[in-house]
């Protein structure tokens, strides 16, 4: 199986990209399934159910998310529903909307990390949950862990390595070089990065953010412009034995 993963969607630039790609990168690769998160895809902050169904329409089979999930109101009934966008696993019992879901023969689960972050509930005690809780599951199972800490980040994917196919860290919208396959056959990387504007801090206009810093006053945030970067991972599974056997940084730009 393989499966492509986007990093951190930035508003309009970042969607505009993935629909000027993403069908381009289902062809050459021959792709099984995309994910991405979208968390920032609706203004640079966010999720609505229109930005999603523009992913979906664009190619995306599943789009994650994180700590932004719930910034716009309306998307609170779309994550009850059928649509496969996820929240984070673990967050407490009762919150809205699922943190993994079973999409083309794969388990796509999302986490949150708590380092620099929202006290939330253990997201590897709620992976442990999760894997013991089925009698049955697929062997692919991919993990998108948002989360700011390197060191989390790859605990996890060392905690969970031969247990899932792929950790893939989100979040901070830097991609990392570290891509690399764990001894038990678990794919991981850091993180992905962005798919946004280039000419921006991490996806924000580059002076709103430089007044922040100097002024240390409030200023409201939106997103860059200029040319477009789309950051993605590939990974190709074993489907029997859900073992990663590859994973390779995808990047293009968009003028």
């Known amino acids: ?12 630039p970042g969607r505009q990209a993935i629909q000027r790609l993403l069908p381009q990168l289902r062809q050459q690769y021959g792709l099984d399934m995309v994910m991405a998160n979208g968390e920032n895809a609706a203004g640079g902050i966010g999720l609505t159910p229109e930005t999603a169904d523009e992913l979906f329409s664009a190619g995306v089979d599943v789009i994650t998310s994180g700590n932004h999930i719930w910034m716009h109101k309306e998307i609170i009934p779309y994550l009850d529903s059928d649509s496969p966008v996820l929240r984070p696993l673990n967050y407490p019992a009762g919150v809205p909307g699922k943190g993994y879901i079973i999409n083309r023969q794969a388990m796509v689960v999302n986490l949150i990390g708590r380092t620099f ?12 949950k999760l894997l013991t809780g089925f009698k049955t599951r697929p062997p692919v199972i991919i993990v998108d862990f948002h989360a700011e800490a390197t060191s989390e980040k790859v605990a996890m994917g060392r905690y969970l390595d031969g247990r899932v196919s792929a950790v893939l860290g989100t979040h901070t919208h830097v991609g990392t070089i570290d891509a690399q ?43 860059g412009g200029g040319k477009t970067s789309l950051n993605a991972i590939l990974v190709n599974i074993a489907n029997q034995s859900g073992r990663a056997t590859s994973i390779e940084r995808i990047y293009r730009e968009v003028g």
């Not at 001894?183 to 946004?196: L, N, S, W």
Request: aromatic fraction near 6%; proline fraction near 6%.
């Open 181 to 223: 396959i764990f001894p038990h056959g678990t794919a991981y990387v850091t993180d992905i990065g962005m798919t946004g504007p280039l000419d921006s801090v991490i996806g924000d206009d580059t002076e709103v953010v430089l007044q922040r810093f100097l002024t240390r006053l409030p200023h409201r945030m939106s997103v």
């Open 117 to 128: 972050m929202s006290e939330l509930d253990c997201p590897f005690q709620a992976m442990d």
């Open 1 to 12: 199986m393989l499966v492509l993963a986007i990093g951190d969607v930035i508003g309009k």
